[in-house]
């Protein structure tokens, strides 16, 4: 009889506890808004796989490589405004909808230097970062997820 018993509790608790994890599921989230717009790949298929092998670590040192082997920076620390600003006008020509993101993103990411104050300096991280702000600040509806 006590065998059955605490089989019936661990079973309430179970269907509860479900349930409860269920509840918890639905509604408002605290997830990063980052997660709700879709925003394309905007990095050339070459340079991103030169610097996927191996992957590198730290949270400049891939966008940093990318950056670089773009022809985005002038040196390490120096954005090349013009080579960066005709990508993203490039990019643009096949995602018209991205139209006032990468206009934003020129405006205040390649027109101003910008500091996103990692613990050390790293102007590609800076800027892609400051990129990522600007088009998720005019995600086109259909790109819109959340």
């Avoid at 509860?16 to 997830?31: H, I, M, S, V, Y």
């Avoid at 995602?95 to 206009?103: L, R, T, V």
């Amino acid at each position: 009889m006590f065998g059955i018993l605490v089989i019936g509790i661990l079973f309430v608790l179970r269907v509860n506890g479900d349930f409860l994890a269920q509840e918890r599921t639905r509604g408002a989230t605290l997830k990063p808004i980052s997660a709700c717009c879709d925003i394309p790949e905007l990095g050339d298929p070459e340079p991103l796989r030169e610097c996927s092998n191996p992957k590198l670590s730290g949270p400049c040192n891939d966008v940093q490589c990318v950056f670089e082997k773009s022809g985005f920076l002038t040196d390490k620390q120096s954005l090349n405004k013009e080579a960066y600003r005709a990508h993203l006008r490039k990019w643009l020509e096949g995602h018209k909808e991205w139209s006032d993101a990468i206009e934003k993103a020129i405006k205040d990411c390649v027109d101003r230097d910008l500091r996103q104050y990692l613990d050390y300096p790293c102007r590609a991280y800076d800027v892609f970062t400051c990129t990522g702000i600007a088009m998720l600040k005019k995600c086109p509806k259909d790109a819109w997820k959340c």
